[in-house]
């Protein structure tokens, strides 16, 4: 898809094709959808990102609580969205055993009570073994520090499902 089919997108198409680059969160597509238009594919990225950035700390933490368990709850019921489905089949998190998914699950709940969101990782570019490392070594981080880099992988998941809408490699965006 190239910028000029994104730019003439209605309000409804926009929202439909944009509205979980950002997980579970439609209305940041739509006010990415009154900026255009758009220079580039890039410019598209930038204002996503600026969005998350301009908001106060109370609607980021809400963005990082709109994210699923790894491996959690969702994961074992099927309901999450297609994109965090597929994002986490990536990493292998669908074929943990049982005690590896206890042990994520108690990290997980750990992270929670720490921070008061969930442990927010760009799955699909780790291996399944790095997940539960990775949140181990960030339950012990300050609380801003956290906030930071959770904030950095919710952009860093927003560059991969857009690449993916757009056809593109993520690389160029």
Known sequence: MDIEKVNSMDFGEFVDVFGNVVERCPLIAA????????SDLQDLKQHF???????????Q???LRCHPDLAGRELQLGTLTAESQREQSSAGLPGLGADER????????QYRARFGFPFVLAARLRAREA?????A????????????TALGEV???????????????????
């Open 102 to 109: 206890l042990r994520l699950a108690e990290l997980n709940a």
């Open 49 to 59: 990102y600026a969005f998350i950035d301009a908001l106060p700390q109370s609607g």
């Open 155 to 173: 952009k860093t998941i927003a560059r991969l499902r857009l690449a993916d809408l757009l056809g593109i490699d993520p690389a160029r965006l």
């Open 137 to 148: 070594r960030r339950l012990h981080c300050p609380r801003a520090q956290e906030l930071r």
């Open 131 to 135: 997940v539960p490392r990775e949140l």
């Open 31 to 38: 006010a990415v959808w009154s900026q255009r238009p758009f």
């Open 61 to 63: 933490e809400g963005i």
